[in-house]
């Protein structure tokens, strides 16, 4: 009699189950945001799908944690069928605890595998991020000062060229799809001798699709914006706010690279930090 009731502890577990499927399926459209070629901002996002969220889990949860499976308790039934009508009486009483245990204890671990397997990370290579991010682009023109190198100005090449070693393998990626193009404005043709002596040293044209013969110099930021209208490519890569909102009406995709949180001036334009972090959220090497 009343063995069938659960207790408060059993229902404060699943209550807690609940509410973990819940931040749990909130923190994984979060990650799943980071796919995207565009930047999501994540505490909007969480406030955008709370809603959707807790109506899902809830008919989710509700069938999955208080509903065991038919053929578990029929499985149950056939398990407890009693040797004899003498006993029936005394066992019935001392047997329905444990068999109503044993359907709830299934029905909540089949739950809990259920939702670890549904939440398990994805672990996507760098070339599927890549390619996903890219959206189908086949050719990218990118700046060289503070994306691919350390200076963030012509008069720092006249001095040294640092390549950033965290960009490389995301470059040769890209190359890997598109024809990728590199530009930038100096001062004087020795710059332009000690940018390129830096890419080959530190292995940028290693990769097929990186060529010294697509890395362009000019003398004008004009310039430079006529080498990118005049390729049409699909993305461009800049860290000069002024030239990307110039070329956001011109080219497809842009991507506007400053280590600060920049206003988004066209819905053709994402930023970030790094262009390592824009694909996948790479370590800082």
């Not at 595998?113 to 672990?123: E, G, K, L």
């Not at 800049?238 to 949180?261: C, G, T, W």
Request: charged content about 25%; aromatic content about 6%.
């Amino acid at each position: 009699m009343g063995g069938s009731a659960s207790s408060p502890s059993t229902n404060q577990g699943k209550d807690d189950d609940l509410a973990d499927l819940i931040h749990r399926f909130i923190d994984s459209l979060a990650d799943y945001s980071d796919l995207l070629p565009f930047s999501v901002d994540r505490q909007k996002l969480r406030s955008y799908t709370t809603l959707a969220a807790l109506a899902i889990t809830l008919i989710l949860a509700w069938k999955i944690l208080r509903s065991p499976p038919h053929e578990t308790q029929r499985r149950q039934r056939r398990r407890a069928t009693p040797p004899s009508s003498s006993t029936t009486t005394g066992r019935t009483s001392s047997s329905a605890n444990p068999s109503t245990d044993v359907c709830s204890s299934s029905g909540d671990s089949r739950a809990q595998d259920a939702i670890n397997h549904f939440f398990q990370p994805v672990n996507l290579t760098l070339e599927q991020i890549v390619r996903h991010k890219l959206n189908e682009g086949r050719k990218v023109t990118c700046r060289l000062l503070g994306v691919v190198l350390e200076e963030t100005t012509p008069e720092e090449l006249q001095e040294k060229v640092t390549v950033r070693s965290s960009v490389l393998e995301v470059l040769h990626e890209i190359a890997k799809f598109c024809d990728v193009y590199l530009m930038e404005r100096i001062l004087d043709d020795e710059s332009g001798e000690r940018v390129l002596s830096a890419l080959s040293e530190a292995g940028v044209f290693t990769s097929g699709g990186l060529m010294k013969e697509k890395v362009l110099f000019c003398g004008t930021e004009n310039g430079r914006i006529s080498f990118v209208r005049q390729l049409e490519p699909d993305w461009h890569i800049d860290s000069n706010s002024e030239i990307i909102q110039q070329l956001a009406r011109f080219i497809k995709y842009e991507l506007h690279v400053s280590p600060e949180r920049v206003e988004r001036v066209a819905t053709n334009v994402y930023s970030s930090t790094s262009l390592e972090n824009f694909f996948g959220g790479l370590d800082q090497r």
